[in-house]
């Protein structure tokens, strides 16, 4: 005996279960309207207390990009491998693509457009941009982030350490070799 069961989600009408008996007879279903799945998010970010009702599901990438249009957090895989979309929580480096944004509730969240200070950019930052660690970009806010993390463990971190660390921070353009000289430059700054 078989049962299935089948999750019909729209954004404007909720969420329609069905459970059914060997996928030709629907015994049962439920509706859940989308208002039932929402929760109040309260974060500080950069700075800020921000307070946003989102779906209980909310990524904190998609809270950070959507909802409080940090856009400067990219999304290039989704599935926690690439790196792109590492921010600060509570100081820890963590990839906002697959942390629910409901379970750092009341966290201090850090993203790329917080560094800045009296728009003076960060010694990361200066940093990458003096070793043109980056080219495209795509990935270099994921690889602030992360190497930021990476100096306030280990002051003076070796190119093995470096690339290790990194590990989780894809660049498709650069090669690497001037991100590490960007993380080696900024130790010496910070
Ligand atoms: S988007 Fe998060 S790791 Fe790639
Ligand atoms: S600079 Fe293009 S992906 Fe890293």
Not at 75 to 87: E, I, K, L, N, R
Not at 119 to 147: D, I, N, R
Request: aromatic share 8%.
């Amino acid at each position: 005996m078989l049962f299935y069961i089948i999750i019909f989600k729209s954004s404007s009408v909720g969420r329609i279960i069905f459970t059914c008996y060997n996928f030709n007879k629907i015994i049962r279903y439920y509706y859940i309207k989308e208002a039932d799945l929402m929760t109040k998010i309260t974060l500080e970010v950069n700075g800020k207390k921000v307070a946003r009702d989102v779906p209980d599901n909310t990524l904190l990438s998609t809270f950070l990009r959507e909802h409080l249009n940090l856009t400067g957090t990219h999304v290039g895989c989704d599935t926690s491998q690439c790196g792109a979309c590492v921010v600060h929580v509570d100081g820890q480096s963590l990839k906002s693509c697959t942390t629910l944004a409901a379970d750092i509730a009341d966290s201090k969240v850090t993203t790329i457009e917080g560094l800045a200070n009296n728009g003076k950019m960060h010694p990361m930052q200066e940093a990458f941009k003096k070793m043109h660690g980056l080219q495209c970009g795509f990935c270099t806010p994921g690889m602030v982030m992360s190497a930021i993390d990476l100096l306030k463990k280990n002051k003076d971190p070796s190119d093995k350490e470096i690339r290790d660390w990194l590990e989780g921070n894809i660049c498709r353009c650069t090669g690497y070799q001037n991100i590490v000289a960007a993380v080696k430059e900024a130790s010496s700054k910070m």
